[in-house]
């Protein structure tokens, strides 16, 4: 090993963050906005008395719980060409960029993760708070919207983001479509001037300080919450 | 918008020459799954130790545990294996660090993969093992140490052998975590299941029929893997308790 070169490092910086990081930071919160709605709604389906749609939403979760996220990677990455085809009736796939592609994957992937989540908010809530919500004359829409959901959010706010870690994690397995995200853009460098040892190095640091301080953060406000309850 | 089903595909010869492609897919499950359990000895072991440890009176201790854990927890697993397969041997000693690096296919890929799936796994039985410890009344230790128990006799009697049985069902899911995680392993050039579907899609062009194949051995593994690990559990369950472990939600 050459000596550890600082300097290649430090002329990185500005592609690492202002190309790479930008990517990963956009794809973790959009994917988890649209992944706590989609994942939202499963969960209201799992939850329904209607047992067809309660089995096709188990089905979904359940299918995309036993794949590997690396596969399903795949699997959107082809599939989303086609869909996007089928949708604009063309006759041939419809070109997408890795970046959307990326984001539909994991907002479809991830809903099944927060799905479960949800699921167990809603579960805590006690049946009386929606009987009351019927007895109010709210419907269902109007039960969840403004009694059950809002606290069952709450409560959850603590195991959402700490799933929302994981996928901000998770979203370094781009790199198998060869995304440009921080660690995308790491591997460009590392192989480009053969300075593996110093780019996955600072790729590891970087993910590991903020990883662990949003960990840390989640934990104070677990606490927090836990107090005002 | 039509795609070209040819199912057919999977009976066809591989252009390696080792068979049809439902054999070369096969052998990739049989990758992916001593993968897994290669790495999964490691994973209960070290997660074990760890995990005990954290429950111990000494400080000290505690502090590395927990140090072991954050660590490996918040790196991604694909940053891991880079770091095992490409920044790890450059850190050994250089004849050490070059008969790493210049083993036999599949070995230089094999090894780290089961290295770096090992201890990625271990941090979470670890957290499994600490949540299975402190979930016992603390009357279980006390009696233990009553009747005249040294600490490690109480662990070794008294306290693992419950612990373990209440994590049983979380184990089962970081085992099948465990069996996907391993198709991170294509990135550094392992052809377990994942990775030959992919390579398949690209001598084929037939991208779905690949993919879809994958995924029903990956769900028949996931399958087996569950009813197996039931009539384990019922085999173990301690007379008297609620069968259930709490598993932490977040997860993959």
Request: charged share 10%.
């Amino acid at each position: 090993m050459s000596g550890f070169d600082w300097g290649e490092i430090e002329r990185s910086l500005p592609y690492l963050f202002k190309v790479g990081m930008v990517f990963t930071v956009e794809l973790t919160l959009l994917a988890m906005a649209g992944g706590i709605v989609f994942g939202t709604l499963l969960a209201m389906m799992r939850l329904s008395s209607h047992r067809v749609v309660s089995g096709v939403a188990g089905a979904y979760v359940n299918l995309m719980r036993s794949i590997p996220l690396v596969l399903v990677i795949f699997w959107f990455f082809f599939l989303v060409p086609y869909i996007g085809g089928w949708i604009t009736r063309s006759n041939q796939p419809v070109q997408v960029g890795v970046f959307l592609s990326a984001l539909v994957t994991f907002t479809m992937f991830e809903a099944a993760y927060y799905c479960e989540i949800m699921r167990a908010g809603i579960q805590s809530i006690a049946r009386g708070q929606v009987w009351s919500g019927y007895a109010l004359g709210l419907n269902y829409w109007q039960t969840m919207g403004h009694i059950v959901l809002p606290q069952a959010f709450r409560n959850m706010v603590p195991v959402l983001l700490t799933q929302t870690i994981i996928l901000f994690q998770d979203t370094s397995l781009v790199y198998v479509i060869s995304a440009t995200d921080f660690l995308g853009a790491a591997a460009k460098i590392a192989n480009r001037d053969y300075r593996l040892v110093e780019m996955y190095s600072f790729a590891a640091v970087v993910y590991f300080v903020i990883s662990f301080s949003l960990s840390y953060v989640v934990k104070r406000l677990q606490a927090k919450i836990a107090v005002l309850r | 918008m039509k795609y070209p089903w040819h199912w057919h595909i999977l009976l066809e010869q591989e252009p390696g020459g080792s068979g049809t492609f439902i054999h070369y897919l096969l052998v990739g499950l049989g990758w992916s799954i001593v993968t897994a359990l290669c790495a999964w000895v490691i994973a209960l072991l070290v997660g074990s130790v760890v995990g005990t440890l954290r429950t111990t009176t000494n400080a000290w201790v505690v502090r590395i545990g927990n140090a072991y854990v954050e660590i490996f927890r918040n790196i991604p697993l694909l940053v891991q294996f880079f770091l095992w397969f490409y920044v790890f041997p450059e850190f050994l000693p250089t004849s050490i660090g070059m008969a790493v690096k210049t083993m036999p296919v599949p070995w230089v890929f094999f090894i780290p993969a089961v290295l770096c799936l090992g201890i990625f796994t271990s941090v979470r039985v670890a957290e499994q093992v600490r949540a299975g410890i402190q979930s016992l009344p603390r009357g279980q230790r006390m009696a233990g140490i009553a009747i005249g128990l040294t600490q490690s006799q109480a662990y070794r009697f008294v306290i693992l052998p419950q612990a373990f049985r209440i994590i049983m069902p979380p184990l089962t899911s970081e085992f099948m975590n465990i069996i996907k995680n391993s198709s991170v392993a294509y990135t550094i050039g392992l052809l377990e299941l994942t990775g030959r579907s992919r390579a398949m899609s690209e001598f084929t062009f037939q991208t779905f029929e690949a993919f879809a194949a994958a995924t029903v051995l990956y769900l028949l593994t996931n399958l087996v893997v569950v009813v197996g690990m039931r009539l384990l559990e019922a085999r173990v369950r301690v007379p008297g308790l609620i069968a259930a472990g709490g598993a932490p939600l977040a997860g993959h």
